[in-house]
């Protein structure tokens, strides 16, 4: 319908995931020894010999049997109707919603999504980390729902755990605080942490103003959900299950190496250093919002005895949303990769209040540097080729530090602790 309620003589699709799932390698129609259909993950399969009725009474038993256990992802609302089964007359048990949510919430952490974090090195004040999301169910994720999504917290601190850039800051019931006021745009590079990541599908209406209201859709402005692995736009499901803005120039969103079907997306952190060099400390949380408080702001501005009443409830949930992924980083101080690549080197003890050995067994001398965590240079030495030097630390303040050198090209770092 237009705004003013009107038919527009259009259709909008609001929910495909049969064809997100037709569009994907788990179609069993085109991969029927590769592919999963839907009860393959929501009705797990026991060998159990089941009766699966009481009726007719020479029903057989039934194996392998499938667990009807449906769950999705939205734990939010099972848990408002679980503190509120009284109010709202609902006969299951609170034991019961503690099955469903926990069975929801192990689902949404194993079996929804993988993600990795890359350090890419420092350059020019800039610290660069890539981020890989794939998406492990059969259709897009989040799926269902328009109101469903999934947004990205990239938290960078230094070494006293203060704040250098922050994506994703939200508020005490979860609202995003940098979210733009129609809707985010999908991004391939964060630079700026006013930018986040939210992967969401958005609705528009006959004017392309942002609508949560299923009859005044029109348009898709966004979709950007994560397709399925093997997911094609030139599949012929492929009209009702579009991606939308930017996700489409991205050219790793569902792409691996220029090959269609990757079911993931690359983001790129930027991280402005402002001429810090010491040691990074990134954290990276992925947060399914089922019923994100933005998506309700529209229908709380109407009054009902249903509205009033689902305010009140929502008002009165905890807002946490479920931590889907999350990884993390330390990253030691100007360039130095925490590995240790040449066996030649010996550095001992390791946990020492005067000194430490440098043992160089390789046939050429090394310079030797000793970095605390903020990245300040303690300490040069050179090792001669088979050679030991006892290096004086005493009058090094109690911490942390890193041994560095640099042997044919490769970095080789070891900590030690000075007491
Ligand atoms: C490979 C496993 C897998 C397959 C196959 C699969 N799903 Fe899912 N599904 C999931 C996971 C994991 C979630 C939770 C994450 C999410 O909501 O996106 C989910 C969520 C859902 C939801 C919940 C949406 C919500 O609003 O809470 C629905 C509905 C759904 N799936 C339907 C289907 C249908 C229909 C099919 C087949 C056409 C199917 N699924 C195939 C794994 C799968």
């Given amino acids: 319908m237009d705004t003013s309620g009107n038919l527009t003589g259009t259709t909008f699709v609001e929910q495909a995931i049969y064809h997100e799932w037709l569009n994907s390698d788990f179609n069993t129609e085109t991969f029927p020894t590769t592919g999963e259909d839907c009860q393959t993950c929501h009705m797990p399969r026991i060998n159990d010999n089941v009766v699966i009725a009481n009726r007719p009474p020479w029903l057989s038993a039934r194996s392998p049997f499938g667990l009807h256990y449906l769950v999705g992802g939205n734990a939010f609302m099972l848990n408002i109707l679980k503190d509120n089964n009284s109010l709202l007359g609902l006969s299951a048990t609170q034991t019961q919603f503690d099955t469903v949510i926990n069975r929801t919430v192990k689902q949404l952490q194993q079996q929804t999504l993988n993600l990795s974090l890359f350090d890419n090195g420092r350059q020019n004040d800039t610290a660069y980390f890539d981020l890989y999301l794939e998406n492990l169910t059969g259709h897009k994720f989040p799926a269902?729902?328009?109101?469903?999504?999934?947004?990205?917290?990239?938290?960078?601190t230094d070494v006293n755990n203060d704040?250098?850039?922050?994506?994703?800051?939200?508020?005490?019931?979860?609202?995003?605080?940098?979210?733009?006021?129609?809707?985010?745009?999908?991004?391939?590079?964060?630079?700026?942490?006013?930018?986040?990541?939210?992967?969401?599908?958005?609705?528009?209406?006959?004017?392309?103003?942002?609508?949560?209201?299923?009859?005044?859709?029109?348009?898709?402005?966004?979709?950007?959900?994560?397709?399925?692995?093997?997911?094609?736009?030139?599949?012929?499901?492929y009209d009702t299950v579009k991606i939308v803005g930017n996700a489409l120039a991205d050219s790793d969103f569902n792409y691996i190496n220029g090959v269609e079907g990757s079911g993931g997306d690359s983001v790129s952190y930027h991280i402005p250093l402002n001429g810090y060099a010491g040691q990074l400390n990134v954290s990276a949380t992925v947060y399914y919002q089922p019923v994100p408080p933005r998506y309700l702001d529209d229908m709380f501005q109407y009054s009902s005895q249903e509205i009033d009443l689902f305010k009140n409830l929502y008002q009165g949930a905890d807002h946490i949303p479920v931590i889907v992924a999350q990884q993390?980083?330390?990253?030691?101080?100007?360039?130095?990769?925490?590995?240790?690549?040449?066996?030649?080197?010996?550095?001992?003890?390791?946990?020492?209040?005067?000194?430490?050995?440098?043992?160089?067994?390789?046939?050429?001398?090394?310079?030797?540097?000793?970095?605390?965590?903020?990245?300040?240079?303690?300490?040069?030495?050179?090792?001669?080729?088979k050679s030991k030097n006892k290096l004086n630390l005493s009058h090094f303040s109690k911490g942390v530090y890193l041994i560095k050198s640099k042997v044919e090209g490769n970095a080789f770092v070891k900590r030690i602790v000075v007491q």
């Avoid at 006959?206 to 005044?216: A, F, P, Q």
């Fill in 144 to 156: 269902g729902y328009p109101s469903r999504r999934a947004y990205i917290e990239f938290l960078v």
């Fill in 328 to 385: 993390n980083l330390t990253v030691y101080p100007v360039g130095i990769s925490a590995k240790n690549t040449n066996s030649k080197i010996n550095v001992y003890p390791t946990i020492t209040s005067d000194f430490i050995y440098v043992h160089n067994e390789n046939d050429f001398s090394l310079d030797v540097d000793i970095y605390d965590l903020k990245g300040k240079l303690c300490a040069s030495n050179k090792v001669g080729a």
């Fill in 163 to 237: 704040t250098l850039f922050y994506s994703g800051r939200h508020n005490s019931i979860y609202r995003l605080l940098d979210e733009d006021a129609a809707y985010e745009l999908h991004y391939d590079v964060i630079t700026n942490d006013n930018q986040v990541q939210i992967y969401e599908m958005v609705m528009g209406d006959i004017n392309g103003n942002v609508t949560t209201v299923l009859e005044r859709a029109y348009q898709h402005l966004k979709d950007n959900r994560i397709p399925p692995k093997g997911f094609s736009t030139q599949h012929n499901a």
